[in-house]
C-alpha cells in the first residue's frame, strides 16, 4: 500500500479580510491541503508559528501600517524555510518590492481566482514565485531601472520610503533597524547624490530613475 503524501500546510493571517473565512474553507476542501491555523494577525502570527508549523503563509494584507511591513522579515528570522505569499488590495511598486525584499516568495491581488490561489499555493511549496501579471510586469520593469547608481540597494529602499512621506522613525520600523543607521543611510545618500535636503535627493533620484 503506498503511504498517502503529507498535505501542504497553510497558515492564513487574516488582515481583516473579507475573503479569511471562504478562503481556509476552499483550502481545507482541497485535496493535498489543510489549513494548519488562521491568524487574526501579524503579530499572533509570530507568537504561534513555532507551534502549527505551516508550510506557507498566506498574508491577506490590509491597509499596510509598521507592524505588517516589519512582520515578513521576522517571520522569515524565525522560520527561514517557510514560504510566503502576499495578496494584497494594492501592487504599487514600493509595496510589492518591499515585501519581496523582506522575504515574500509570491505577491497576487484580491481579485485572484480561487484556482489561481490553489496553483499559488502548490507552486511556491515547488519552488516557485506565483505573482498575478502586473505584479510580474512591474519586476520585470524593474531590470530597466538605473542600476548603475552609487547608491546601494538599501539607500535606494531608504530613498523610496522618504519620497513616500515616512518619518526616519517611521523608515526604521519598517525596515527593522534603529533610528541611527536610518541617519546614517541617508547622510550617505545625501552625499552621493550631491544634494542637501530630501525634496533635492528625491527629485534628483526620480529624475534618473534611481527609485
Known amino acids: 500500500m503506498i503511504a498517502q503524501a503529507r498535505p501542504i500546510r497553510v497558515g492564513i493571517i487574516d488582515g481583516q479580510s473579507p475573503i479569511a473565512k471562504g478562503l481556509s474553507l476552499l483550502i481545507n476542501g482541497t485535496a493535498g491541503l489543510q489549513v494548519a491555523h488562521v491568524y487574526a494577525s501579524a503579530k499572533e502570527a509570530?507568537?504561534?508559528?513555532?507551534?502549527?508549523?505551516?508550510?506557507v503563509l498566506l498574508f491577506l494584507l490590509g491597509q499596510p501600517d509598521v507592524e505588517e511591513l516589519s512582520s515578513i522579515s521576522a517571520i522569515r528570522k524565525m522560520l527561514p524555510l517557510i514560504k510566503i505569499i502576499v495578496v494584497s488590495e494594492r501592487e504599487d511598486e514600493d509595496l510589492v518590492f518591499h515585501m519581496l525584499r523582506a522575504g515574500a516568495g509570491g505577491f497576487l491581488?484580491?481579485?485572484?481566482?480561487?484556482?489561481?490561489?490553489?496553483e499559488a499555493i502548490r507552486?511556491?511549496?515547488?519552488?516557485?514565485?506565483?505573482?498575478?501579471m502586473n505584479?510580474?510586469?512591474l519586476v520585470v520593469a524593474s531590470f530597466f531601472k538605473n542600476n548603475?547608481?552609487?547608491?546601494?540597494?538599501?539607500?535606494?529602499?531608504v530613498l523610496s520610503w522618504m519620497a513616500r512621506g515616512k518619518s526616519y522613525t517611521q523608515i526604521a520600523e519598517i525596515l527593522f533597524v534603529d533610528k541611527e543607521t536610518v541617519r546614517s543611510h541617508i547622510k550617505n545618500i545625501y552625499g552621493k547624490l550631491e544634494v542637501h535636503s530630501k525634496a533635492d535627493a528625491i527629485e534628483k533620484a526620480t529624475l534618473e530613475k534611481l527609485i
Open 135 to 137: 505584479v510580474a510586469r
Open 109 to 118: 491581488t484580491r481579485d485572484v481566482s480561487p484556482l489561481k490561489l490553489l
Open 148 to 157: 548603475d547608481s552609487l547608491l546601494t540597494p538599501r539607500e535606494r529602499e
Open 46 to 55: 509570530q507568537v504561534a508559528l513555532n507551534k502549527d508549523l505551516p508550510d
Open 123 to 132: 507552486e511556491i511549496q515547488d519552488g516557485g514565485a506565483p505573482m498575478t
